[in-house]
C-alpha cells in the first residue's frame, strides 16, 4: 500500500516545549534582542554556515526563519533556560517534507550552555514532538566534519551517521566543508529516547540534581493564538 504525504497544516501550529532545565518557545521577532546579546560569540559560528554575530545578520537570520515557517517548511525555536528565564540558543526543524515525512534539525546554543544538558533536552523534546506528535519516519543532522564536539554528542545519544558529503558547501571563510549526514529513523526513536533521558540525568546529577528533581514529566502545548 502506498503511503500518503503527511496532512501537517501550513504553517506548523506553533508548539511550546517544556521541560525540566529548557522550554522551547516558538520563535517570534520579539526574540531578536534577547538572541543578539548571546550571538556575538565568535565559538558558536565556527562550523556552521550562518554567522549571526552583527545585528543585521541575525536579524536577516530570523526573518528567514520566519519566513520559512510560514511557507511550511519550517518549525523555529528559541532554548531558554527555565533556571534563569534567559534564552540560550535557537533549534528548529527545517527542510520539512511532507511528501517523505521528514525534517532537518538544526540548533545553535551560546557556549556558556555547552555540557549543561541543555543541548540533550532540546534533542529530547524536539525529537519527542517529531516522533510521537508529527509521526515523522526520518529525522536528520548535518554537521561539519571538523565539529568534533557535534559529532561525539550525536554519536552518544544513538543516531546513525550514514556518510559523508564531500566538499558540500564552500564557508565563509572558503574553507571545502565536507559535511557528515546522521539521522534518527522512527523505528529506532525508542532506543534513542532512552539513551537521551540517561544522558540527561547523568548531566544534571553531576550538577547536583536528585533523582526526584528529574521526575517531572515534560509536557507540550499548543502556543496561543495558534
Known sequence: MALLAADWPVPLAPVLLQGKIVRLEPLSPG??????????DRQIWRY????????????????????????????????RAVSRERVIGM??????????????????????????????????????????????????FHTDKRNLRSRAALTKMGAGQEGILRSDQIT??????????????DSEWLHV?????ARLEAQLTSQGWTPRSLSSRRSEKTFPGS
Not at 31 to 40: D, F, G, W
Not at 60 to 74: I, K, P, T, V
Open 31 to 40: 526574540h531578536e534582542m534577547e538572541l543578539l546579546t548571546i550571538a556575538s
Open 91 to 140: 533549534t528548529r526543524l527545517k527542510n520539512v517534507s511532507r511528501e517523505h515525512q521528514k525534517a532537518l534539525v538544526g540548533s545553535w546554543l551560546a557556549p556558556s550552555a555547552w555540557g549543561s544538558g541543555a543541548n540533550t533536552e532540546s534533542k529530547l523534546l524536539l525529537l519527542e514532538f517529531a516522533f510521537e506528535s508529527l509521526h515523522c519516519r526520518r529525522i536528520e
Open 48 to 79: 556552521l554556515t550562518s554567522d549571526c554575530r552583527s545585528h543585521a545578520a541575525l536579524r536577516a537570520n530570523l526573518a528567514a526563519s520566519l519566513r520559512d515557517h510560514l511557507g511550511g517548511s519550517a518549525l523555529p525555536f528559541v532554548i
Open 172 to 185: 565563509r571563510d572558503g574553507h571545502r566543508r565536507d559535511t557528515v549526514v546522521f539521522s534518527v529513523i
Open 193 to 197: 529516547k532512552e539513551k537521551l533521558r
